[in-house]
């Protein structure tokens, strides 16, 4: 029992079951950075990407399975590669515009994503999953070697599957760029489409080229993306997220995926323009005579370039786990580390397992709205580096927060886990430069340590003061001890490595893109 043209050759089976799980998988990966300047990277977002694509795969097996008895097979393929192609480039052309609207009529931070995943990355995925029954029903000649036949061209897809994630993820994103490896994706499914076209369907010429020039128009469309956002002066994709360098008049941003890192003020690159990381450093001043500290989180620079100014003596370890980032810092931020800062490109939490080493001063500032890693905010992590800090140290830990009822329950979840550990905080609400659709964003600083266990709110205070009148801390320290919160903060859940259902605790309320 014959069931595939004769002219098709095997290896082009094969091949093209090989080249579509390579491409539904990369475009998987590639779902993360492209919703992730709009929805962050959190636990619903990958929930919504993973949710999205399983659903549109099964789907997309059943129908393609349908339709390739019903009509010929190779028209079939041509037709699913040369639509799933199309809709990649469409994609590649308009998502930034698409991903704003979305975030706009949705803002919930679970079915937001949902809906983005399903209009951009569910068609394509779809169209790439019916391909695979349409190509056994080609690919079985002999019913006797119906499991063989079968089960190699599972295995290839799955393999190109591999292939996919662990290209997309490991270099492809690095080399090319979201927005190049999109329509690079989009062309490879358009050109595996045309070449089905030509080789297993006897179909009318007149059909095929005007779907082949309307789809290559879409293709070069494709190549010039409609951009929201200003063009930055420099943008990259590292490892974990996308990179862009923003600059006006005045200032330089350092900005990852959805929101800013790091302000220089052009005209004085050292000065600590962000009024938060001005409340980071009087944690100074609580400490007598300190000799090593401790950043996790590097961002541009900006504590560890003032530290190297004003502090020359101090010891410093910098932990950033990004190392696009790092290099951001030296390139664009003029951050030039001195032989007494050490820059280590690791997670904070696995630096603190691996080193022996304790701190007079650490300061925290791995925390961006609600992309924030998890393991740094439970109290396992809190422990842990209570247990890294000098007896008289102090501790120093930035959370962006728009001041919300959803961010205050998130803002109370950490308070209540960080007092496992440093019974005593004293917290500041600075505002930032920044907002969010209806409320001015705030950062909310908060001091542990033995001194803030054992000395008055107004000693602390005028510790801070005495140290900004020598000098030693930036002026408007003062003017920003105004903020110091005096109500007790509400009940919250404590997180742990086992129960930290941070996102859950996310508020409803969306900060705006970088504009």
Same mark, same amino acid.
């Given at each position: 029992?014959?069931?595939?043209?004769p002219?098709?050759?095997r290896?082009?089976?094969?091949?093209t079951?090989l080249?579509?799980?390579?491409?539904?998988m990369?475009?998987?990966?590639?779902?993360?950075r492209?919703l992730?300047?709009?929805?962050?990277?959190s636990?619903?977002?990958?929930g919504?990407?993973i949710?999205?694509?399983?659903?549109a +795969?099964?789907s997309? !097996?059943?129908?393609?399975?349908w339709?390739?008895d019903?009509?010929?097979?190779?028209r079939?393929l041509?037709?699913?590669?040369? @639509?799933?192609?199309g809709?990649?480039?469409?994609?590649?052309?308009t998502?930034q515009? +698409?991903?704003?609207?979305?975030?706009?009529l949705?803002?919930?931070?679970?079915w937001?994503p949902?809906?983005?995943?399903s209009?951009l990355?569910?068609?394509p995925?779809?169209?790439?999953?019916?391909?695979?029954?349409?190509?056994?029903?080609?690919?079985?000649?002999d +019913?006797?070697h119906l499991?063989?036949?079968?089960?190699?061209m599972?295995?290839?897809?799955?393999?190109?599957?591999l292939a996919?994630?662990?290209g997309?993820?490991?270099?492809?994103?690095?080399?090319?760029?979201?927005q190049?490896?999109?329509?690079?994706?989009?062309g490879i499914q358009?050109?595996?489409?045309v070449?089905?076209?030509?080789?297993?369907t006897?179909?009318?010429p007149?059909?095929p080229?005007?779907?082949i020039?309307?789809?290559?128009?879409?293709?070069?469309?494709?190549?010039h993306?409609?951009?929201?956002?200003?063009?930055?002066?420099h943008?990259?994709?590292?490892? !974990?997220?996308?990179v862009r360098?923003?600059?006006?008049a005045l @200032?330089?941003?350092l900005v990852?995926?959805r929101?800013?890192h790091a302000?220089?003020?052009k005209?004085?690159?050292?000065?600590l323009?962000?009024p938060?990381?001005?409340?980071m450093?009087?944690?100074?001043?609580?400490?007598?005579?300190p000799?090593r500290?401790?950043?996790?989180?590097?961002?541009?620079?900006s504590?560890?370039?003032w530290?190297?100014?004003?502090?020359?003596?101090?010891?410093?370890?910098?932990?950033?786990?990004?190392?696009?980032?790092?290099?951001?810092?030296?390139?664009? @931020?003029?951050?030039h580390?001195p032989?007494?800062?050490?820059?280590?490109?690791?997670?904070?939490?696995?630096f603190l397992?691996?080193t022996?080493q304790?701190y007079d001063l650490?300061?925290i500032?791995?925390?961006?709205r609600d992309m924030?890693?998890f393991?740094?905010?439970?109290?396992?992590? !809190?422990?842990?580096v209570?247990?890294?800090?000098? =007896?008289d140290?102090?501790?120093?830990?930035n959370?962006? $927060?728009?001041?919300?009822e959803?961010d205050l329950?998130?803002?109370?979840?950490?308070?209540q886990?960080m007092k496992?550990?440093f =019974?005593?905080l004293?917290?500041?609400?600075v505002?930032g430069?920044?907002k969010?659709g209806?409320?001015?964003?705030k950062?909310?600083?908060? @001091?542990?340590g033995?001194f803030?266990?054992?000395?008055s709110?107004?000693?602390t205070?005028?510790?801070?003061?005495e140290?900004?009148?020598?000098?030693?801390? =930036?002026?408007?320290?003062?003017?920003?001890?105004?903020?110091r919160?005096?109500?007790p903060? =509400?009940q919250?859940v404590?997180?742990?490595?086992?129960f930290?259902?941070?996102d859950l605790?996310?508020?409803?309320?969306r $900060?705006q893109?970088?504009e």
């Amino acid at each position: 029992m014959t069931l595939h043209p004769p002219h098709i050759p095997r290896w082009f089976l094969l091949g093209t079951a090989l080249i579509t799980g390579a491409v539904v998988m990369a475009l998987e990966i590639l779902g993360s950075r492209l919703l992730a300047p709009v929805f962050g990277s959190s636990l619903f977002v990958w929930g919504a990407l993973i949710g999205v694509i399983l659903a549109a +795969m099964s789907s997309g !097996y059943a129908f393609g399975g349908w339709v390739s008895d019903r009509y010929t097979s190779g028209r079939v393929l041509a037709a699913l590669l040369l @639509f799933s192609g199309g809709w990649t480039f469409l994609v590649a052309w308009t998502n930034q515009p +698409m991903l704003f609207e979305i975030e706009k009529l949705v803002q919930d931070p679970r079915w937001g994503p949902c809906l983005a995943a399903s209009v951009l990355l569910a068609p394509p995925a779809f169209g790439l999953s019916g391909v695979l029954p349409a190509m056994l029903r080609l690919a079985v000649a002999d +019913m006797n070697h119906l499991g063989r036949q079968t089960g190699r061209m599972i295995a290839l897809s799955t393999v190109g599957s591999l292939a996919g994630t662990w290209g997309t993820a490991f270099f492809l994103l690095s080399w090319l760029g979201s927005q190049s490896l999109l329509a690079w994706l989009g062309g490879i499914q358009v050109g595996l489409g045309v070449l089905w076209l030509m080789k297993g369907t006897p179909t009318r010429p007149l059909a095929p080229l005007i779907a082949i020039g309307c789809i290559a128009l879409l293709g070069m469309l494709a190549l010039h993306p409609i951009q929201r956002l200003r063009a930055p002066i420099h943008q990259e994709e590292s490892p !974990y997220q996308q990179v862009r360098i923003r600059e006006d008049a005045l @200032f330089r941003y350092l900005v990852l995926d959805r929101t800013f890192h790091a302000t220089m003020w052009k005209v004085e690159p050292v000065s600590l323009f962000l009024p938060y990381s001005q409340m980071m450093v009087a944690s100074l001043a609580l400490v007598s005579e300190p000799k090593r500290g401790l950043i996790i989180g590097h961002g541009g620079g900006s504590i560890a370039k003032w530290l190297a100014q004003r502090w020359p003596a101090l010891e410093l370890d910098i932990v950033e786990f990004d190392p696009v980032v790092v290099r951001m810092a030296e390139q664009y @931020f003029e951050y030039h580390p001195p032989a007494n800062h050490h820059v280590v490109v690791k997670d904070g939490r696995a630096f603190l397992n691996a080193t022996d080493q304790t701190y007079d001063l650490m300061w925290i500032d791995a925390f961006a709205r609600d992309m924030i890693p998890f393991h740094l905010t439970t109290a396992e992590f !809190y422990a842990l580096v209570r247990a890294h800090l000098n =007896p008289d140290g102090i501790v120093a830990v930035n959370l962006a $927060s728009s001041g919300k009822e959803g961010d205050l329950a998130r803002a109370s979840a950490v308070v209540q886990t960080m007092k496992q550990a440093f =019974p005593a905080l004293e917290s500041f609400a600075v505002e930032g430069p920044w907002k969010t659709g209806m409320s001015p964003a705030k950062n909310l600083v908060f @001091f542990g340590g033995r001194f803030i266990e054992q000395a008055s709110a107004d000693q602390t205070l005028s510790k801070i003061t005495e140290a900004a009148m020598k000098q030693q801390l =930036p002026m408007e320290t003062i003017a920003l001890l105004n903020t110091r919160r005096t109500d007790p903060w =509400p009940q919250g859940v404590v997180l742990s490595d086992d129960f930290a259902p941070y996102d859950l605790l996310l508020g409803r309320e969306r $900060s705006q893109l970088v504009e």
